[in-house]
């Protein structure tokens, strides 16, 4: 073994990890909307087999009604279009991972492939498959944050939601 090569460990193995690995996150984020809208149809059937439209349960399905729709933005595959290059959260700092979808998604494309240049130890840079596998991977993490964004959005909801009818409930009970 040449010192050049275990200098320069084959890049295409690890990019492909790290592919993987984002579009893991991102699915794992599509089961969560998916469970989320589920729960918010059912709790809308609830609704309105159970409950007259008073002021707290119409909130209620107010609330519940607007997850479905960020939900469904959150699969949306036409939110990730190949326009959208420039880095969406800021300036990568020093202190960034390059292992999380939240601190890859920062970095442009270029900028990506010369850290991930220097993160893996060379040979990024010397073929352009492996920078559409690193563009692969910007678009991958970019969705990932957006799903991720959008899931916190419609978990606050559904919370406000389970918050309505709880004190709804309590007010039946009383």
């Known amino acids: 073994m040449s010192v050049s090569s275990h200098l320069n460990p084959e890049p295409e193995r690890r990019l492909w990890i790290m592919h993987g690995n984002m ?32 002021a707290l349960s119409c909130a209620a399905m107010t609330a519940l009604c607007a997850v479905l729709p960020l939900c469904l933005l959150a699969v949306s595959p036409f939110l990730d279009s190949a326009a959208a290059r420039p880095g969406t959260s800021g300036r990568p700092r020093p202190s960034d991972s390059l292992v999380t979808a939240r601190d890859l998604a920062k970095y442009p494309q270029m900028e990506l492939v010369i850290a991930l240049d220097k993160y893996l130890g060379g040979g990024v840079t010397a073929t352009p498959y492996y920078e ?4 692969q991977i910007s678009l991958l993490a970019r969705s990932a944050v957006r799903k991720e964004l959008l899931l916190k959005a419609a978990s606050a909801l559904a919370l406000a939601a389970q918050l309505l009818l709880a004190a709804l409930f309590s007010l039946r009970l009383a």
Do not use: Q
């Open 23 to 54: 579009r893991r996150a991102a699915a794992r984020s599509d089961v969560k909307l998916g469970a989320l809208a589920v729960f918010a149809l059912m709790e809308i059937a609830l609704l309105r087999v159970d409950f007259v439209c008073g």
């Open 132 to 135: 559409d596998i690193v563009w």
